[in-house]
């Protein structure tokens, strides 16, 4: 900092940078400490021992730094937290889930990577707070380093943990996205969100379609629908497909069966509304696209992340699930001999789903 700031100065910043904030297309933000309750410690290393983190075994490294948050940035003393709020207004999301020939791609990946938009408004607002105060020593997180950032944001007072295991807000739900800027400005912290809402409410659980919330506040990633399509790379197990439907890239359905998220607000945000007509495409008709169309349809997108070949083997799985047509079977056929092993494979079961028509179609 240039100047040593009085209470009432830093008072008066803070408020500043939530303004600020919210100026660069952040609906909520609030300020803490850089400190990990206890209970949340002991909940995560908990999951861990009993497996439920599948593959993802980044999430047993770093701990040290997972659990001492300003040790990933030296000085840090406060965490600013910020909610950005992704839900398209003009998708028909259960309209889309109810139509089985069509592909249901998560809310949050229909637009542009969360991580590029959020991380840049993070860096504005930490030059913003420098041009005005100062340097201050200010480093953006967005889920891109072992920060444990939904804990964070309820001592930041954005919301309480859901069942779901998401940050519900009481007044926009939980269809946002969560951002961290570290600072080594001593920022009067926000009030924790104490209090949790949710009740007897067992509706995430009970409408999760592959039972993957075992109990409150428990998932098991390996029967997630968004590990399996997103974070698993290899096949996705015979038993859970079917349960699947047409979700092809994500699963939203904890969060629709939520009563809080009819306080969610649809985005204002350009960079999030729907590209290439992903809210509303046919299964057969993205199964077709060639690597070279999926590399320029996702520029910029989070499905990049999946890769084309677990892309293809989602759509095999979407179209084993969707009603038998000829156009259904079409677009299988066309990928039967495909060079890769793990999609063949998702192919021939997804073929053999419709083995009723084709015995009286005569394709």
Same mark, same amino acid.
């Given at each position: 900092?240039?100047? +040593?700031?009085?209470?009432?100065?830093?008072?008066?910043?803070?408020?500043?940078?939530?303004?600020?904030?919210?100026?660069?297309?952040?609906?909520?933000?609030?300020?803490?400490?850089?400190?990990?309750?206890?209970?949340?410690?002991?909940?995560?290393?908990?999951?861990?021992?009993?497996?439920?983190?599948?593959?993802?075994?980044?999430? +047993?490294?770093?701990?040290?730094?997972?659990?001492?948050?300003?040790?990933?940035? !030296?000085?840090?003393?406060?965490?600013?937290?910020?909610?950005?709020?992704?839900?398209?207004?003009?998708?028909?999301?259960?309209?889309?889930?109810?139509?089985?020939?069509?592909?249901?791609?998560?809310?949050?990946?229909?637009?542009?990577?969360?991580?590029?938009?959020?991380?840049?408004?993070?860096?504005?607002?930490?030059?913003?707070?420098?041009?005005?105060?100062?340097?201050?020593?200010?480093?953006?997180?967005?889920?891109?380093?072992?920060?444990? =950032?939904?804990?964070?944001?309820?001592?930041?007072?954005?919301?309480?943990?859901?069942?779901?295991?998401?940050?519900?807000?009481?007044?926009?739900?939980?269809?946002?996205?969560?951002? =961290?800027?570290?600072?080594?400005?001593?920022? !009067?912290?926000?009030?924790?969100?104490?209090?949790?809402?949710?009740?007897?409410?067992?509706?995430?659980?009970?409408?999760?379609?592959?039972?993957?919330?075992?109990?409150?506040?428990?998932?098991?990633?390996?029967?997630?629908?968004?590990?399996?399509?997103?974070?698993?790379?290899?096949?996705?197990?015979?038993?859970?497909? !079917?349960?699947?439907?047409?979700?092809?890239?994500?699963?939203?359905?904890?969060?629709?069966?939520?009563?809080?998220?009819?306080?969610?607000?649809?985005?204002? +945000?350009?960079?999030?509304?729907?590209?290439?007509?992903?809210?509303?495409?046919?299964?057969?008709?993205?199964?077709?696209?060639? =690597?070279?169309?999926?590399?320029?349809?996702?520029?910029?997108?989070?499905?990049?992340?999946?890769?084309?070949?677990?892309?293809?083997?989602?759509?095999?799985?979407?179209?084993?699930?969707?009603?038998?047509?000829?156009?259904?079977?079409?677009?299988?056929?066309?990928?039967?001999?495909? !060079?890769?092993?793990?999609?063949?494979?998702?192919?021939?079961?997804?073929?053999?789903?419709?083995?009723?028509?084709?015995?009286?179609?005569?394709?």
């Amino acid at each position: 900092m240039s100047a +040593e700031l009085s209470a009432s100065d830093l008072l008066s910043l803070a408020q500043q940078i939530k303004t600020w904030a919210r100026e660069f297309g952040f609906q909520g933000v609030g300020i803490t400490h850089p400190v990990i309750p206890e209970k949340d410690k002991q909940h995560f290393l908990a999951w861990l021992d009993q497996g439920f983190h599948g593959e993802l075994n980044y999430l +047993e490294q770093n701990q040290d730094l997972r659990f001492h948050p300003e040790r990933l940035h !030296p000085g840090t003393i406060r965490i600013i937290s910020v909610r950005m709020d992704y839900m398209p207004g003009d998708t028909q999301t259960i309209k889309i889930l109810s139509h089985k020939e069509k592909a249901y791609i998560s809310r949050y990946a229909l637009g542009r990577d969360y991580h590029k938009v959020i991380r840049k408004r993070l860096t504005q607002l930490g030059k913003k707070i420098e041009q005005t105060y100062g340097e201050h020593g200010f480093r953006a997180f967005v889920d891109s380093a072992p920060v444990m =950032e939904r804990p964070l944001a309820q001592q930041a007072g954005l919301g309480w943990m859901g069942k779901h295991s998401l940050v519900i807000n009481p007044k926009a739900g939980s269809f946002f996205f969560l951002g =961290e800027l570290f600072t080594n400005i001593p920022l !009067p912290a926000d009030k924790p969100f104490t209090k949790t809402h949710c009740g007897s409410c067992q509706s995430c659980i009970v409408h999760c379609p592959t039972q993957a919330i075992v109990a409150p506040y428990k998932i098991d990633a390996r029967r997630c629908i968004s590990y399996l399509t997103i974070e698993n790379k290899g096949s996705i197990p015979e038993a859970l497909r !079917p349960l699947m439907g047409n979700r092809v890239f994500g699963c939203d359905d904890c969060q629709l069966a939520c009563p809080w998220n009819k306080f969610s607000k649809p985005t204002v +945000e350009s960079d999030f509304q729907p590209r290439h007509h992903l809210d509303q495409s046919d299964l057969a008709t993205l199964f077709v696209w060639t =690597e070279a169309q999926f590399l320029e349809r996702t520029a910029g997108s989070a499905i990049r992340r999946a890769g084309f070949e677990s892309w293809l083997r989602n759509l095999a799985v979407g179209l084993g699930n969707a009603p038998s047509s000829k156009t259904v079977i079409a677009a299988l056929n066309a990928r039967k001999d495909y !060079p890769s092993k793990l999609v063949r494979e998702h192919v021939n079961w997804a073929i053999s789903q419709h083995a009723d028509f084709l015995a009286t179609s005569h394709l």
